[in-house]
């Protein structure tokens, strides 16, 4: 049988991300073929204000007006009762079905089938469907999730916890069938996410491997047992529990004509709650590199920009983990409660911390890799200590000239530079002052400032 030819990249996943790469690319004006098939079991997952944001910003409208928010995001962790921000609620299976939706009506070719393999060949990539068919294109990209790429993780943690869903109906009491949710950690060890939609509840669990084998027989004993969790349940009966691997690790990016991508690539803990986020995120990552690969750069130095991207979100999403275990393990010895669980996390992936400090003297500007629009391309980068990849802009303002101008101690240069930002100024200011060691930038007074956003670019 013939291979189907599949335009210029061919995506394997249809999750977020590779449903952002799909139309990242395709907005490009790349040709690209994807296939997928919706998750085959029923979850909720909670997403961040930037994920919605993301996904708008993609045109995956369908996609994220599955969301059911904003909701106060409530977590009390290691004893501490907090609601730092908001969440919205994806039911997943409707959300995964509208992305392909969104594909579709974008113009962008959707095959819905089950893959049973997905190889570099020479120099194409080739994905075979159980039906038979075969389609190639000269660029393959492994999106099926962490499941697929496990056998290829490196650095993994050297713990793992699988995570155990319990499903049920949500007792049909206003307000108490409204939407809502809550994160805690467990007085025994481990941590739980609990939500509420749709006349369904759902509880995510992560538990110590000994506990977890005695819940899983006796689930109703077990959940009645833990009164915080049982008060946020009520009486309603388990309808359903089931338990999926949550390995956590990191992959190399590309093997031969295969890039990998989202979860494949690159699995964190599910505890940051930001899986859906690094999905998007990492797409962004990978469309600027797959189109200047098409446009003819070569392929080391995009691949050596997309790796070290990869890896330094991992690590860093992997300490911020690491101090959540230490908040709950200090908690834990505090009380006198179980410290297994958490002193087991502790320690991974080392000890550094995680924002190294960024002393002005240690600022420097050079050329690096940047994405400009939708490739890369050389840009003048400011490189800190924690943040040695660079960054090009802040606020979508370079930054570069702006440190040049205060290194030379050229304060009009500096203010010039801010004025011509215009109302981005705001933003930058905003950013420099979180480095109170750095020199004082000048005053400019016809800057509004407006809420903080999330505002540095790589
Ligand atoms: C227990 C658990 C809870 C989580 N909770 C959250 C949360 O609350 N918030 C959050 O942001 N993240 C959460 N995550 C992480 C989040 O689910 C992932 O990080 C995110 O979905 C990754 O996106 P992806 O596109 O890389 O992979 P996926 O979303 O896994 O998408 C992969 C796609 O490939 C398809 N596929 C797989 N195999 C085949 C095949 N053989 N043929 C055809 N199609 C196939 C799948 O059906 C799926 O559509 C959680 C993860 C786990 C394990």
Redesign the pocket.
């Known amino acids: 049988m013939h291979d189907e030819a599949a335009g210029e990249v061919l995506i394997?996943?249809?999750?977020?991300?590779?449903?952002a790469l799909a139309m990242l690319l395709h907005r490009a004006g790349r040709r690209v073929t994807l296939?997928?098939?919706?998750?085959?079991y029923r979850?909720i997952?909670?997403?961040s204000r930037r994920?919605l944001q993301a996904l708008a910003g993609l045109g995956l409208h369908r996609a994220a007006a599955c969301a059911v928010g904003p909701l106060p995001r409530r977590v009390t962790w290691g004893g501490e009762a907090r609601t730092p921000n908001a969440e919205w609620l994806l039911p997943r299976p409707a959300f995964?079905a509208a992305l392909l939706a969104d594909l579709r009506e974008a113009g962008i070719q959707v095959i819905e089938?089950?893959?049973?393999a997905l190889a570099s060949n020479g120099d194409r990539a080739r994905l075979t469907l159980a039906d038979g068919r075969v389609f190639s294109a000269p660029w393959g990209v492994e999106?099926?999730?962490?499941?697929?790429a496990r056998r290829h993780f490196r650095d993994a943690a050297p713990w793992s916890t699988p995570?155990w869903?319990l499903r049920g109906a949500a007792p049909n009491l206003t307000p108490d069938s409204t939407p809502a949710s809550a994160a805690l950690s467990l007085p025994g060890g481990g941590w739980a996410?609990w939500s509420r939609l749709s006349g369904q509840q759902y509880l995510?669990l992560a538990l110590p491997e000994a506990t977890l084998g005695q819940a899983r027989r006796t689930p109703d004993a077990w959940l009645a047992a833990q009164p915080e969790l049982a008060k946020l349940w009520g009486d309603a009966p388990i309808q359903h529990h089931y338990q999926?691997p949550?390995l956590l690790g990191r992959t190399r990016v590309r093997e031969g004509r295969l890039w990998r991508?989202?979860?494949?690539a690159m699995?964190?803990d599910?505890l940051s709650?930001?899986?859906?986020?690094?999905?998007l995120s990492s797409a962004h990552g990978l469309a600027p590199v797959l189109n200047s690969l098409l446009e003819g750069q070569p392929i080391a130095p995009l691949e050596r920009f997309h790796q070290r991207r990869q890896d330094a979100q991992y690590w860093r999403f992997a300490r911020a983990g690491r101090d959540f275990y230490r908040q709950a393990a200090y908690h834990a010895a505090m009380s006198g409660e179980p410290l297994s669980y958490w002193m087991a996390r502790c320690h991974w992936p080392d000890h550094q911390p995680l924002h190294r400090p960024e002393p002005w003297e240690c600022v420097r500007v050079a050329r690096g890799l940047a994405i400009v629009g939708t490739r890369l391309a050389k840009r003048e980068l400011v490189m800190t200590p924690d943040q040695p990849l660079g960054i090009q802009a802040v606020a979508g303002t370079p930054l570069a000239p702006l440190v040049r101008a205060m290194q030379a101690g050229d304060q009009d240069a500096a203010q010039a530079l801010l004025i011509a930002a215009g109302p981005a100024a705001a933003g930058v200011i905003r950013w420099w002052a979180d480095h109170p060691d750095w020199p004082t930038l000048p005053s400019v007074s016809s800057v509004a400032f407006t809420p903080s956003t999330d505002s540095a670019s790589q």
């Open positions: 394997a996943g249809g999750g977020p991300a590779g449903a296939v997928g098939r919706a998750r085959d979850a997952e909670g997403a994920s995964d089938a089950r893959i049973t999106a099926r999730g962490r499941a697929t995570a869903i996410w995510q999926r949550s991508l989202g979860d494949a699995a964190i599910p709650g930001q899986g859906i986020f690094n999905a």
